[in-house]
């Protein structure tokens, strides 16, 4: 009936979309539990709202004592009690789709966060690593810097004045002996 080849109405492609995803939850056995599951509890919170209700109103509650449960039967099965049925299911099933799109967003942002963390540890990884293997290749030449600062800084240069050596006359006392020019 609502087959976009055979309806002409601009919405029937979506209506008719909408008709077959609601026929593969139905055919699948537990989604048609979750939403088995989702009625009954919106029957029963809709079934303590009218006793709450008939509690209140004193009529009301001596009427459905007298008809010993008939009233219930007669309520659920009334035009007010399956619209309001429609609009609470719709709602609880409204806001589970919500609750499980969020949860679903949420989780795709951790994992969003932590295929992030770890990208940053790989290139922390690659930098050490790269820094490690450009101090290694550079090791040679301060290696044989050093080599030539220690050949260079054993021989004596000319011209180059040398600190006083220390010496002592007193064990007790250490002090430094000028050289005292003679002459």
């Not at 309806?7 to 609601?22: D, I, M, T, V, Y």
């Not at 809709?46 to 459905?64: E, F, G, N, P, V």
Request: glycine share 4%; aromatic share 4%; with cysteine.
């Amino acid at each position: 009936m609502v087959h976009p080849d055979k309806c002409k109405h601009p919405q029937a492609q979506e209506a008719f979309g909408a008709l077959a995803k609601a026929q593969q939850l139905l055919l699948n056995d537990q989604e048609r539990d979750y939403i088995l599951t989702q009625v009954q509890a919106a029957k029963e919170e809709l079934k303590m709202k009218r006793k709450k209700q008939l509690k209140k109103d004193t009529a009301s509650k001596i009427k459905s004592l007298v008809d010993e449960g008939k009233h219930e039967q007669i309520y659920e099965q009334s035009e007010e009690f399956q619209k309001e049925l429609k609009l609470k299911v719709r709602e609880i099933l409204t806001d589970q789709e919500w609750r499980r799109r969020k949860m679903a967003m949420r989780i795709s942002e951790e994992e969003g966060r932590l295929k992030k963390d770890e990208e940053e540890q790989k290139e922390i990884r690659k930098k050490k690593r790269e820094h490690e293997e450009q101090w290694e290749g550079t090791r040679e030449n301060r290696v044989s810097s050093w080599r030539d600062f220690m050949k260079a800084g054993k021989k004596a240069k000319k011209g180059e004045t040398r600190p006083p050596k220390l010496k002592t006359e007193d064990p007790n006392k250490s002090y430094v002996q000028r050289p005292v020019k003679k002459g």
